[in-house]
Each structure stands twice: as C-alpha cells, then as structure tokens.
C-alpha cells in the first residue's frame, strides 16, 4: 500500500516553540487523529509500526495525561459545534490488515481506548491472507472496536481513468461507493456512517459523491489537529508509521500541533485548473493570533517559505510548473499566546 507522505520538518523561522511555551499550552491542544495501517510486520517498512513502539505510543498517553476518544465523538462535537475536550486524541486503522488483530487490539484491549478501523471491503471480502477475517471483524466489532469504509477496490479516486468522461467518472465512483456500504452494511448489520477516502486522495468530485451516499464525516491523510472550525467532511489525520514517522520525537510533535483554522484556501483543494497557479495561501480566520513573521507556505515542490501577510491573506507568488500528480500546500504559523505550532494542510490534484 502506497502512502502519499510529505516532509514536515518545518523551519525554525516557522515554528520554533519553547519548552516552557510547550508544557503551560499543553492542556489547550486541539483532537489529534492517528492514522496507523500495520503492526509489527517488518516486511511492510514504509506502512509499519513495530508492536513495542505501538505500545510505547499508547503508554506516552495515558502518563501525559491525554483522552482518547472515539472518533464518533469527535464527529458529533462538530456537528453539533460542541467545545472539543483537552489533549484528545483519536486512533484510526486503515485497511484492516490481519495484524491489527493479532498485534494491536490486545495493546489497545489493555489500555481500554476506543479505536477505529476503515476497512478496505474488497480485501476482505476475498480473504486475503493479510487481512482480517469476517469472523475476526465480527468479534472485535462485538467487543466495541468500531468499523467503518475506505472503499471497496481502494482506488486511486482522485484520477479520472483513461477514456472516461465526467459522467463515468462520477458513475465509477459512485459504484464502487455502492458495493462497499452494501457490503459492509451486510457483513456489519450496521449501515456505516464515516468514509476515509483511499490513499488520503480526493478532489471535490470525490468529496461530492461520498456526502451523496449519507455519510456524516471523511476522514483524510492531510496532516494536521482538529479544531471546532474543522469541516467534519474534511477530518485531518497525523501518519504514524515507517522509520521516521513512528519515531516518539515524531508522535509527540503532532501531539503539540494545533489547527490554524481558516476561510478559503488558494488554490482551492482538488483539482487544479491550472498547473502553474499564481499564489498559494488562505484567508486566515483569526490572523491576530499569530506572530508576525512566523507565517509560511508549505508546496510540496517548493518547501517552505515566508508568506506575505495582507490582511487576513497569507502568501506566496509563484511562477513554477507543478509536476506531480498531487501537491499538499499548507499554512503554518507560530501563536502569540502559547508558542505553539498552527498548521493548515490541502491537497492539490495537477492536471
């Protein structure tokens, strides 16, 4: 399973935050949503997390004092604009591999936290043998482990197919929606409600498509915390997995991280309409909070660098052909008040 990682080593001009600044803003942190997918399978590196690390992960939690969640009480609060609890976290699973039950449930199972798996219909469905079984789905699910889609044949959705028209591409989308809510609403005897969109890629038809279906969240591989501003059709989730992403130094920083929340972005997430746009930025809903001259842009292509501030736009002009198939963009700033680090990520599909 390929995973769309980003670096996210952001320059001190950025983010440089004090120790001291770190432990008294400690208890206003935002909703951090993990995103694992396997467990102590060395053969899979670069989407593995080894079962001590795991361990180690969830140990840090409970002795700092952080709340996990279910992710269905995350999705209420906004819904209903609810205050989100304090040093929350929630813990999400993608695809169901056979090691989440072998290797992370009976960790999770120890320390009582509620968790999330999205599972990949198709691979289950045909008992692959690195996936979970029906009957060890229906087990943990009867244990209080809940079950939610990432799609039936896990396709790259955010790409129109060759030869397809904007009719069969929304008709392609909607069939593989189809089979995998009537798959998982028959094997689960439960309708699911929340849809982590395959490889964390979406453009606004995909976005579109899967509201239609009823479902009341996605859930994305953007990086990033959640605020009560947070769109629960556009749910922010922290990758901890492979060498450097399953690192304590890693797992911590995301834990201090916070949402920058904003109006509009520049481009636009989804597909481009032009591959050379000329500024990437946002419109900053509370621009006063943060420190003058720690605001950047983040392009995958680019790197980071200072964003211009005019008003409540942050940005950065640009004469550069995009090459990729898909860039993140990202605002990041530093908060007058805590020190913290505030970042904003979307995802950019070229031409």
């Given amino acids: 399973?390929?995973?769309?990682?980003?670096?996210?080593?952001?320059?001190?001009?950025?983010?440089?935050?004090?120790?001291?600044?770190?432990?008294?803003?400690?208890?206003?942190?935002?909703?951090?949503?993990?995103?694992?997918?396997?467990?102590?399978?060395?053969?899979?590196?670069?989407?593995?997390?080894?079962?001590?690390?795991?361990?180690?992960?969830?140990?840090?939690?409970?002795?700092?004092?952080?709340?996990?969640?279910?992710?269905?009480?995350l999705v209420r609060s906004l819904q209903d604009r609810r205050k989100l609890p304090e040093k929350a976290v929630v813990i999400t699973i993608d695809d169901g591999y056979k090691s989440v039950y072998e290797n992370a449930w009976p960790v999770l199972k120890d320390f009582h936290y509620p968790f999330t798996v999205f599972l990949y219909a198709k691979a289950t469905k045909n008992r692959h043998s690195n996936y979970m079984t029906w009957e060890q789905v229906r087990e943990?699910?009867?244990?209080?482990?809940?079950?939610?889609?990432?799609?039936?044949?896990?396709?790259?959705?955010?790409?129109?197919?060759?030869?397809?028209d904007m009719h069969d591409y929304r008709t392609w989308i909607r069939a593989d929606l189809a089979v995998s809510t009537k798959i998982l609403s028959e094997e689960l005897e439960e309708r699911p409600s929340f849809f982590a969109v395959p490889y964390g890629e979406y453009n606004q038809i995909v976005l579109e498509e899967i509201r239609s279906f009823g479902y009341e969240a996605i859930i994305l591989q953007d990086p990033g915390s959640v605020s009560s501003d947070t769109d629960p059709f556009a749910i922010p989730r922290e990758p901890i997995l492979g060498n450097e992403w399953a690192t304590m130094e890693h797992f911590r920083g995301v834990l201090e991280?916070?949402?920058?929340?904003?109006?509009?972005?520049?481009?636009?997430?989804?597909?481009?309409?032009?591959?050379?746009?000329?500024?990437?930025?946002?419109?900053?809903?509370?621009?006063?909070?943060?420190?003058?001259?720690?605001?950047?842009?983040?392009v995958t292509e680019l790197g980071w660098q200072p964003a211009t501030v005019e008003d409540d736009f942050a940005?950065?002009?640009?004469?550069?052909?995009?090459?990729?198939?898909?860039?993140?963009?990202?605002?990041?700033?530093r908060e007058k008040e805590t020190g913290r680090t505030a970042v904003r990520f979307w995802m950019l599909v070229g031409e």
Avoid: C, W
């Fill in 1 to 73: 399973m390929r995973i769309f990682l980003l670096p996210l080593i952001i320059p001190a001009l950025f983010l440089v935050i004090s120790v001291s600044a770190i432990t008294s803003a400690a208890a206003e942190t935002g909703v951090t949503v993990l995103i694992y997918h396997r467990f102590g399978e060395e053969k899979y590196p670069t989407t593995n997390v080894a079962v001590d690390r795991f361990r180690e992960q969830m140990t840090f939690l409970k002795e700092n004092d952080y709340t996990v969640i279910s992710l269905e009480s």
């Fill in 140 to 164: 943990m699910k009867d244990a209080g482990v809940d079950f939610q889609n990432h799609g039936f044949a896990h396709e790259h959705m955010a790409f129109v197919p060759p030869g397809m």
């Fill in 257 to 298: 991280r916070v949402d920058l929340p904003i109006r509009s972005e520049v481009p636009s997430a989804g597909q481009l309409p032009d591959n050379t746009p000329k500024r990437f930025g946002a419109n900053l809903l509370y621009p006063e909070r943060y420190v003058p001259g720690t605001i950047g842009i983040y």
């Fill in 315 to 333: 940005g950065i002009t640009n004469s550069i052909t995009l090459r990729r198939r898909i860039n993140r963009v990202a605002v990041s700033a």
